[in-house]
């Protein structure tokens, strides 16, 4: 086991997140990194939207944002990642809230 301190990696410290709907049943999610499967699972599962998409790579391209289970597996993504195990997480708990937001006032 590595232990990665990726403090002096990156100077990344905002990102632009951006949510859309298209009327009351269908939203998407805007992020700028390459996420993955679980956390589009995730979002899908806890909308309040019938369907909710995960649009990754949008508005920017800031490398990848592994699933903490991905990261378990210690692969490419793992190693080049410029931010700290649970941000994927944090960051799609982040579009729920605006999402909700957006749903409901």
């Known amino acids: 086991n590595a232990i990665i301190d990726r403090s002096e990696m990156s100077d990344i410290n905002e990102a632009w997140l951006n949510v ?10 805007f992020a700028p990194y390459e996420m993955f499967s679980e956390n589009g699972s995730y979002l899908r599962a806890n909308t309040p939207y019938d369907m909710t998409f995960l649009v ?48 409901n006032g």
């Open 20 to 29: 859309m709907s298209i009327g009351d049943s269908l939203s998407f999610a």
């Open 56 to 103: 990754t790579m949008s508005n920017g391209a800031e490398g990848y944002l592994p699933s903490k289970a991905a990261c378990d597996y210690r692969g490419y993504e793992y190693y080049t990642t410029l931010f700290e195990v649970g941000t994927a997480e944090i960051l799609i708990d982040e579009f729920l809230t605006m999402l909700n937001t957006m749903k």
